[in-house]
């Protein structure tokens, strides 16, 4: 693949319900990350993966987060007893390697809408 | 949390005139990057700054990195219609912590034919 694919593009889901939002970076790529954007605001930092083990967790906002990379490539980022306040868009981003000096490349992001 | 604010928060230009965003940071940095975000989607890289450089320049686009005062700034020269965009600015810390961003507000820019 070209770049970062994240399925779904869109998700709707009621109060209360569990979630799983998949992020396929690009292949080779050992860093993965994943961000929260609310309406205008920029992007928040939620999690960050170097090969299957979480770097960062420390932007999860609670426990009701938890994202998982068990083959170092895919990632699931899973939210249980989903809240109307989770209602965002969700990015995922890789890049080569996990250090400082190297550009982001972000997939189109899930908009999940919690009714 | 956000790092910082990005001024102006939305900007308006005719198309061929030079657009000028501006971004201010809290932390201690490794890098500063400029990220393009269409229709409030995917973000494009746009161009990285280091901590030891002070301008850095890409086609039409041209970054300035002032670490004393904690801002940085991108230019567009002769903007186009295409240009119409959210901007942001990101921050990388210093700390060994990857590429970890940490995004300012974002400048909305429109340009107008």
């Known amino acids: 693949g070209a770049g970062v694919s994240q399925t779904p593009s869109n998700k709707v889901t009621e109060k209360g319900k569990y979630v799983e939002l998949r992020c396929d970076p690009i292949?080779?790529?050992?860093?993965l990350y994943w961000y929260r954007q609310s309406l205008g605001q920029g992007p928040e930092f939620l999690i960050y993966?170097?090969?299957?083990?979480?770097?960062?967790d420390s932007g999860l906002p609670n426990d009701r987060f938890f994202a998982v990379r068990p083959e170092g490539s895919v990632s699931t980022l899973k939210i249980q007893r989903t809240e109307r306040g989770d209602s965002a868009v969700y990015l995922c981003?890789?890049?080569?390697?996990?250090?400082?000096?190297?550009?982001?490349?972000f997939g189109q992001g899930t908009r999940l809408t919690v009714v | 949390s956000q790092q910082g604010e990005e001024d102006p928060q939305a900007l308006s230009i005719q198309e061929g005139e030079n657009a000028t965003m501006n971004c201010s940071y809290k932390?201690?940095?490794?890098?500063l990057q400029w990220y393009r975000q269409n229709s409030g989607r995917g973000l494009v890289h746009l161009i990285l700054?280091?901590?030891?450089?002070r301008e850095k320049h890409s086609g039409r686009l041209r970054v300035t990195l002032d670490t004393s005062k904690k801002s940085s700034s991108l230019l567009i020269t002769a903007s186009r219609a295409a240009d119409t965009a959210s901007y942001f600015c990101a921050t990388v810390p210093n700390t060994g912590g990857g590429n970890k961003l940490t995004f300012g507000t974002g400048t909305q820019l429109k340009v107008e034919l």
């Open positions: 292949s080779g790529h050992t860093a």
């Open positions: 993966f170097q090969g299957t083990g979480a770097a960062d």
């Open positions: 981003a890789s890049s080569p390697l996990g250090t400082e000096q190297t550009e982001a490349f």
């Open positions: 932390t201690s940095i490794n890098n």
């Open positions: 700054i280091r901590s030891n450089e």
